[in-house]
């Protein structure tokens, strides 16, 4: 099955309000990388391709027919307390300040202006996630 390179079988498609500022936020608090775009004849970003820590997101500008989606996400990242201050400075709304968790992980939880939420997490421990 040919899947494009830096897509999973599962890659997640959020629609939103205000793309083009979305995008912005992004690449401020989660060092994402735009990869591509399309646009529709009436200017709006139809489909945006977003590369974070080697994982695709596509997004688009909500409308009618396809309204503003709230998704979480759960981010794996080398320093949590980094990232956490990076999506503060940007605008992220801290939901869960940074702790260690049971299963292994450093966690914070913060919601992006979009309304979707970001489980930023380092890794602690080798093996599986329980």
Known sequence: ??????????????????????????????????????????????????????????????????PASRAAFYLYVEDAEAAMLRARRAGAEVIMEIGDMDYGDRQGGVRDPAGNIWWISQRLVAGPYY
């Not at 912005?24 to 399309?38: D, K, N, T």
């Not at 646009?39 to 997101?57: E, H, Y």
């Open 1 to 66: 099955m040919p899947i494009p390179e830096g897509f999973s079988a599962v890659t997640p498609y959020v629609f939103v309000d205000g793309t083009e500022a979305y995008l912005h936020f992004l690449q401020r608090a989660l060092a994402a990388e735009e990869l591509g775009r399309s646009t529709a004849p009436d200017g709006r970003i139809a489909n945006c391709q977003m590369r974070i820590s080697g994982a695709t997101i596509m997004l688009a500008e909500a409308s009618e027919a396809f």
